[in-house]
């Protein structure tokens, strides 16, 4: 029974929400990405590499650099780049868009670690350390109320933006004419394209968009949370968010929602001193839920209906 | 023929020669095609690629080796890198003939692991005669099990398999870690690794256990190259006769055609998901009986993060999902597995590159770039005797999330 009260002590305290959200932020960036990817049509299960790219980016970006923000930036732009692999490989050469999202993913991998090795000469098990960080920011005034204060105007300035960037995405895709054709493209591209829409643009777009968030998801968990780059850091973060992507059936509040109990284990996770559960059978958790979720205990979760089909311009 | 048919050009069926060099086209094209690019990402991080292929073609075959390494010693390492890498493509390739992308070969593998060490540790005074059988049982049927979670979840509930192996993996790799850190097969005094299995649970290897056997100039006990390759070369031709040979194998393929014209053809779409995925499941959970059994003889952290599963991907692609090219395929990775940490030792280049190398061979295989490029060129586009969708990347074109790869492309 300590153990129980224990973990309810544990979820009163301020500072545990305070990283839970500061934790769902990274991986709600990604699954945000991922949403707007799959909502074009295109399947994404990249993101994993993406914010690999853009964590080692923004720390190699840093130190030369000497500036968090540009750091972030050319992160976005490493993402990006990733993400426009994919998006070339997928679109253009319609090839399968699971085997390109395990290239990159596996690509990011090595390159990174490749150029740990070419660029500080370091081994295979490396650590890069930086100094200048993306700053932490309390909001004067708002921090200051107790507990909401803590929790929500006291964090890094990555958990802003992403919170702006969620509400930004649903009203884009919901409440736009964007969103709207960009919602089309992944349901029925034929019709899209009748209507006018260029599908190829669209999805283009989407999937770079996706790698600018993974990217800068990177950058907030290496000079952010961090501030270091060590050899597969995002640790299966990626994936994490594809799995909040689905547990949130596609929506980017749905999305959100999972990031927090994701988040909340691995909150949980880290105070583990005094949860007598073993860390690694918590850490599997997400993993399991998320196969609850696709097994249609929670209702049916379904992509939308041309995610995963390369489109053909007149084809069909 | 010939006669008046200026038209209609005559095409004779081309001679065994020129269909297998059109059949391995596409795969060495990607090959090359990574080596190449590979080549640049290296010279543009101001090294010299040709160090970097000299240190891999040492370490793959034995040979250019820089720093007098031992030729026979790399061959071995090559193949004991193959092995799991043939059955784990097997168990890729065969749920790809049903339209199914296991990607989960990676948690079935571990799953392999963790049972064939729990029956290798607990049971170790048993004789070999049962002791051997049992781990190698016991590790091919976690894996079907592990595999068969998502089977089932497809068959019932068409949660797509790749989602669902995805979380498999990640489920297993932190089950691995507890049971490891902490839990049941940790051995006090120890961390990060079991206990060894017992002597008696271990595959032998070719050459006799006794380091003052000399061969090739090494102890023999150097040479790691064990009988698991038996058993995986068995497994090859097992995935083979299955496919072409049993009734199963016709509702497999018939599965990954066409969905509608199987179901009409008296298929069970749901029995055929799920026996597919236990198969496949067996196999890499197989996999890694036999590299507990016959290579590492135990667990230890190099599973966090082992890659085998992943690899197999490419593996099975590379080798258009037959049998030989798959085994041809798990060479040439194995090779350059083995290739890898020569490199990294002799030209200082990261072992990391191989992976690099693998990504591109997936980004060509898949989206056919070297055909994109023959078509290109100028007057070649009439010539060609196949239409582009004949090519084996575009096997790889799904016709929806759930639909299965273009069959008659695959096996081309």
């Not at chain 1, 990555?158 to 969103?179: D, E, M, N, S």
């Not at chain 2, 049993?246 to 497999?252: A, F, H, K, Q, R």
């Not at chain 2, 990294?344 to 898949?366: C, E, K, P, R, T």
Request: aromatic share 8%; proline share 5%.
């Amino acid at each position: 029974m300590t153990a129980l009260s224990d973990i309810l002590h544990l979820l009163i305290t301020a500072s545990l929400w305070q990283s839970v959200l500061a934790l769902s932020a990274l991986l709600l960036l990604p699954a945000l990405g991922g949403v707007i990817s799959e909502r074009s049509g295109v399947v994404n299960i990249a993101m994993e590499g993406m914010m690999l790219t853009g964590a080692f980016f923004a720390v190699y970006a840093d130190l030369h650099l000497h500036n968090p923000w540009l750091a972030a930036l050319v992160a976005m732009f490493a993402g990006g780049l990733m993400a426009l692999i994919h998006a070339v490989v997928s679109i253009r050469f319609r090839a399968d868009q699971i085997v390109s999202g395990i290239a990159i993913n596996i690509f990011a991998a090595g390159l990174t670690v490749f150029l740990v090795n070419r660029v500080y000469g370091l081994q295979d098990v490396g650590h890069i350390n930086t100094s200048e960080s993306l700053p932490n920011i309390a909001l004067p005034g708002l921090s200051s109320i107790p507990f909401v204060g803590q929790v929500f105007f006291d964090q890094n300035v990555i958990v802003y933006v992403a919170l702006i960037l969620l509400v930004l995405t649903h009203i884009v895709l919901f409440r736009t004419r964007l969103g709207l054709r960009i919602r089309a493209v992944g349901e029925h591209p034929q019709a899209a394209d009748t209507a006018g829409v260029n599908v190829f643009r669209l999805r283009y777009g989407a999937v770079i968009t996706s790698g600018i968030l993974s990217g800068l998801a990177g950058a907030y968990l290496a000079i952010g949370i961090s501030n270091t780059f060590v050899p597969n850091m995002t640790d299966g973060r990626g994936y994490i968010a594809l799995a909040a992507m689905i547990f949130g059936k596609w929506t980017p509040f749905g999305a959100f929602v999972a990031c927090l109990i994701f988040g909340l284990g691995e909150a949980i996770y880290y105070n583990n001193s005094i949860i007598h559960a073993s860390p690694y059978l918590l850490s599997a958790l997400p993993y399991l839920l998320t196969l609850i979720v696709l097994a249609g205990v929670v209702g049916r979760s379904s992509p939308p209906a041309a995610d995963g089909i390369p489109y053909v311009a007149g084809g069909e | 023929m010939g006669t008046g048919a200026v038209v209609a050009r005559p095409r004779r069926r081309l001679p065994v020669i020129g269909r297998l060099v059109r059949g391995l086209a596409a795969p060495l094209g990607s090959v090359l095609f990574a080596f190449v690019v590979g080549g640049a990402i290296v010279f543009a991080t101001g090294a010299n690629p040709l160090d970097a292929y000299q240190g891999l073609l040492c370490g793959g075959v034995g040979l250019a080796c820089a720093q007098g390494e031992n030729s026979a010693l790399q061959i071995s390492n090559s193949i004991v890198y193959a092995i799991p890498l043939i059955m784990c493509g097997v168990s890729v390739a065969l749920p790809f003939r049903a339209g199914l992308f296991n990607i989960g070969a990676e948690g079935q593998l571990l799953a392999g692991t963790m049972a064939a060490t729990a029956v290798g540790v607990h049971f170790a005074e048993w004789p070999t005669v049962v002791l051997l059988p049992a781990v190698l049982i016991s590790g091919a049927v976690a894996g079907a099990l592990w595999a068969g979670i998502a089977g089932v979840l497809k068959a019932t509930t068409g949660a797509h398999e790749v989602v669902t192996t995805i979380m498999l993996n990640y489920a297993a790799q932190w089950l691995l870690r507890y049971l490891i850190i902490g839990g049941p097969l940790q051995p006090p005094g120890e961390f990060s690794a079991s206990a060894p299995i017992g002597s008696n649970a271990r595959l032998p290897t070719f050459l006799p256990n006794d380091s003052a056997v000399i061969v090739f100039g090494l102890p023999a006990t150097v040479y790691r190259v064990h009988t698991g390759l038996i058993i995986a070369i068995v497994a090859a031709a097992v995935f083979a006769v299955l496919l072409w040979r049993t009734s199963l194998g016709y509702e497999i393929r018939a599965l990954g055609q066409s969905q509608k014209a199987a179901r009409y053809a008296g298929v069970s779409m749901r029995r055929t998901i799920i026996v597919t995925m236990l198969i496949a499941g067996a196999f890499s959970g197989l996999a890694g009986a036999v590299q507990i059994a016959g290579v590492d003889h135990g667990m230890t952290d190099k599973y966090f993060s082992d890659t085998t599963g992943f690899d197999a991907i490419a593996v099975a692609l590379l080798g258009l999902g037959s049998a030989l090219g798959i085994v041809l395929a798990a060479v040439l990775f194995g090779a350059l597995h083995s290739g890898g940490a020569v490199m990294q030792s002799d030209a200082g280049i990261s072992s990391n590159l191989v992976l690099v190398l693998q990504a591109l061979i997936l980004f060509s295989i898949a989206a056919n770039f070297l055909g994109a490029i023959v078509r290109q060129i100028p007057g070649v586009r009439g010539r060609r005797s196949a239409p582009p969708s004949g090519a084996p990347a575009t096997a790889l074109v799904t016709e929806s999330a759930t639909a299965p790869p273009d069959e008659s492309a695959v096996s081309t």
